[in-house]
């Protein structure tokens, strides 16, 4: 059996075009079925929906062979354990900070202030600033970061930015892009050995869909 672990919404409505191409097709609807394990037509591969921050953890230890994650996730989990042959370039969009609009960010950083920078994606904001020599304080959030600057809590936040919708309701703008983000196919290294001839073709069908299709993203 070949388990796959993927997270409900952008990432896994979008793997199922290259699942499609590599001839997956998943049984059942995550939005209206609560099953965790969902069957494919294929009786030797089947799906576990899992939260997307722990899709690494769970290929990494072998609970799935192989999963789907943002860059986000995998560089905050530290990748290790894990073999990562593709860049899917499906669920783009990027890493930024972003301010209160009123919030003079250049002359803060320009003066060597603290600043006090809310964020879920610790490990990126910690290196992205250490890398331009700025001395944050940084406040692990698990969510709704654009609340932050808007209740004082800080000064800036670290999060994904897509259309910028999000940070336009919440009258924030983005000062600066981090990185651009965008989903990884993640493999178990064990079962890349122990099951080749189930993931191999697997790898190989994405990756051809890939180039197909160069700008999904
Ligand atoms: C992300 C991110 C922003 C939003 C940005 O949240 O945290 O809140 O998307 O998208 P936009 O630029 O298109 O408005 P997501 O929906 O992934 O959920 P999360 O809050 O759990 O991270």
Do not use: W
Not at 1 to 18: H, N, Q, V, W, Y
Not at 103 to 119: E, H, I, M, P
Not at 141 to 157: C, F, N, R
């Amino acid at each position: 059996m070949i388990t796959l672990a993927l997270s409900k919404g952008r990432i896994f409505d979008e793997t199922l075009p290259l699942l499609k191409a590599a001839g997956i097709e998943v049984l059942e609807d995550p939005d209206t079925s609560r099953k965790l394990i969902l069957p494919t037509n294929q009786p030797g591969v089947r799906v576990v929906l899992v939260r997307a921050t722990d899709v690494p953890t769970y290929v990494e230890y072998g609970g799935a062979d192989l999963g789907v994650t943002g860059k986000d996730t995998l560089i905050e989990h530290g990748g290790q354990g894990l073999y990562q042959p593709l860049d899917l370039k499906i669920a783009a969009c990027r890493m930024s900070v972003a301010v209160r609009a009123d919030f003079d960010y250049a002359s803060a950083v320009r003066q060597g202030s603290r600043l006090k920078v809310a964020t879920k994606y610790t490990a990126i904001a910690r290196e992205f600033f250490a890398s331009k020599g700025v001395h944050v304080d940084l406040i692990k959030l698990y969510g709704s970061m654009e609340l932050a600057p808007l209740t004082g809590l800080a000064d800036a936040i670290v999060d994904l930015v897509s259309t910028g919708n999000t940070l336009k309701a919440n009258h924030l703008v983005e000062v600066e892009r981090i990185m651009d983000i965008s989903s990884r196919l993640v493999v178990n290294q064990a079962a890349l050995k122990l099951k080749q001839a189930g993931i191999r073709p697997i790898i190989d069908a994405f990756a051809n869909a890939i180039q197909k299709e160069p700008s999904t993203s």
